[in-house]
């Protein structure tokens, strides 16, 4: 007999519906979530909103897609183009929408009816972003606050890798010494945060999934440079537990590509943190129990004072 593994992923996904936080779907990475799911998502951001109070963030919000020029523009295609999400709709006319139904009803194959669009799935809530920041920056910089649904072509099992999900995300853009301080603030405020949430966090140094055999490299590189950070907490695996939190340093990548310049006149240096609001969700029902009303005091009244 084996031993029962306390963070396997499919009774964890399971308790999640039997205690309707998550609404179960046909299609793996994307289903409902529930009342008391949203409950604790929302106290989560609001707290976040709180504990950011005092650094007068610029709200901006966009809409889950962007203009796919923005996609091609920042480089995705070329870092991560098996989880992008491109559009493609049907333009046809009357013949070509009859052959649509027929295939449909006889399920066959049908992609090839539909045309690319000039749009795509926003697949980080902060690239809208920096094309608003084009020009000189004010002397302190820049900071916005941000909050929205992402798509990443990451079909899987796991409940804690969805199609969809959303982020609560900060983008700082100054010089660079500036933006340093802001992210190295971050780090310690966010794990700080979940700690305090009674969350058994740690924070790492990490990379992204950059495709292919170029991209082994390009996220060595990463971890060389200690460009990414994240928040990890055990939820479906002790081993490797899950990111709830990121932190980004992208030098002058933004800067260069949307000619944002900073106080100084040197290009801008930018960097991003992200709560992924799902996950931190799921590590909050992991940790504490499925059931809110039994959480401790301490961690309610951080979520809902
Ligand atoms: P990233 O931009 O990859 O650093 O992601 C930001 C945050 O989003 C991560 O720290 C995770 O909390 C969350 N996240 C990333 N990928 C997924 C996914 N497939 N499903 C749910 N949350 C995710
Ligand atoms: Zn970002």
Redesign the pocket.
Known sequence: MTAHDPYDPKEFYDNLVKHKLVLPGTTP?IFGRGAEFEKVLLGFNNLVSRIASDDSAELMLFPPCVDRKLIEKVGYMKSFPHLAGTVFSFCGHDAQHRDLLGRIQDGKPWADLLEMSDISLTP?VCYPVYGNLTGTLPEKGRLVDLTGW?Y?H?P?PEP????S?R?REFVRAADADTVIEWRNTWKERGLQLLLELGLPAKLDT?S??FFGRGGKMLAANQRDQQL?F??LVPVISAENP?????F?YHQDHFGKTFDIKAANGEVAQTACM???L???TMAMFKTHGFVTAQWPESVKKLLWP
Request: aromatic share 6%; with cysteine.
């Open positions: 990475g980080a992402v990443r990451e899987s804690t890798r969805m199609v999900f982020m990490a992204d999934a990414k994240e928040v899950t990111a709830v939190c990121s980004n992200a709560f992924g799902e996950r931190m």
